[in-house]
């Protein structure tokens, strides 16, 4: 049987979708071994048939294999969802996609590929994944637009930008969306990227917004990640920045007992409660996990209780940088 979720808008765009969609890296990379494909297939199309209509992924996500999967397991519904995909790495000397690359060539290599890859004739929302300096963005936002009038790309985006490079892009072609981290423990997003977006009408999609799982209250100080986890090489998850920050999952323990939920749903809808923009991609493996990451666009606040978490969380001082160093250059650029 499908089900309905809320949905919305992308900015000023005409792009309508789930208020909550899924994020897939995690399917295939980065969050410890890769997940079966056959699993991961059926979870996918039960979050179609739950309502979930956006689902995220990236080439260099395995590499590759992640939007194999994500084509395969979304080829029935042709038409009925909407895939984002993204460009901006290659593969250095020793084929490892540590190096950017956003010349204009390679946009279009990436999206030739990209679209056999994911099944479709077009790439709903194709998003720069991180800014390259040595190509002026207004070269990207040309490319893109290249792709747009061939009917190969319907959308442009950029992740994890600063507000000079968004305004110069937006002004070449149109941008619907801009993802960057965002969640009760990151707030940065809120001193210029959030009014620079809502000025411009372009839609936020905030990756991790369950503080890559920090915020479900799983994960404490003593918790294991597997050799190939990302979470190993992050300041925030250092074993003593997760004792310290242990104070904000019993922030959301109180207001997920008061509102009858899970502390994931609590973190979820905080982040839908914001804007009516924004459209957070919490990533699972689990079904459990998806149905409960679903519920939250049915949990409203009052302007009260917003006003509760933000005097209570602003008290708390959160410890660790959300990248190692290498990564931390490439943000915000």
């Given at each position: 049987m499908e089900t309905t979720i809320k949905k919305r808008k992308l900015g000023n765009s005409d792009l309508e979708v789930s208020a909550v969609g899924l994020g897939c890296m995690g399917m295939s990379f980065g969050l410890g071994p890769a997940a079966d494909k056959k699993e991961m297939i059926t979870l996918i199309r039960k979050a179609v048939e739950k309502g979930v209509t956006f689902f995220d992924t990236a080439e260099v996500y395995g590499p590759f294999i992640n939007e194999e999967l994500v084509g395969e397991a979304l080829e029935p519904f042709k038409g009925e969802v909407v895939i984002a995909t993204k460009f901006g790495w290659k593969p250095n000397a020793e084929g490892r996609w540590s190096d950017l690359d956003s010349r204009?060539?390679?946009?279009?290599?990436?999206?030739?590929?990209?679209?056999?890859?994911?099944?479709?004739?077009?790439?709903?929302?194709?998003?720069?994944?991180?800014?390259?300096?040595?190509?002026?963005?207004?070269?990207?936002?040309?490319?893109?637009?290249?792709?747009?009038?061939?009917?190969?790309?319907?959308?442009?985006?950029?992740?994890?930008?600063?507000?000079?490079?968004?305004?110069?892009?937006?002004?070449?072609?149109?941008?619907?969306?801009?993802?960057?981290?965002?969640?009760?423990?990151?707030?940065q997003p809120e001193a210029e990227l959030l009014p620079t977006l809502e000025e411009l009408g372009i839609g936020f999609v905030p990756f991790s917004p369950l503080g890559k799982g920090f915020l479900t209250g799983k994960i404490d100080e003593n918790t294991k990640f597997d050799s190939s986890d990302f979470r190993n090489v992050v300041p925030r998850f250092s074993q003593e920045a997760r004792k310290e920050n242990q104070t904000m999952v019993d922030l959301l323990t109180k207001i997920a007992e008061k509102k009858n939920a899970t502390l994931a749903q609590v973190a979820l809808a905080w982040l839908l409660a914001q804007k009516p923009w924004i459209v957070p991609i919490p990533g699972t493996t689990k079904l459990h996990r998806l149905e409960e990451n679903i519920g939250s666009v049915d949990i409203e606040f009052t302007a009260g209780e917003l006003e509760e978490i933000e005097n209570a969380s602003s008290k708390i001082k959160i410890h660790g940088e959300r990248y190692p160093e290498h990564l931390q250059k490439l943000v915000g650029r």
């Open positions: 204009p060539q390679h946009i279009k290599e990436v999206a030739e590929a990209s679209l056999k890859r994911l099944r479709v004739d077009a790439i709903d929302l194709f998003y720069q994944h991180r800014v390259d300096l040595d190509v002026p963005i207004e070269d990207v936002a040309g490319a893109v637009q290249d792709l747009v009038k061939e009917g190969k790309v319907k959308h442009f985006g950029l992740s994890e930008a600063g507000v000079k490079t968004i305004r110069k892009a937006h002004a070449v072609q149109p941008i619907t969306a801009i993802q960057s981290e965002y969640s009760l423990w990151w707030r």
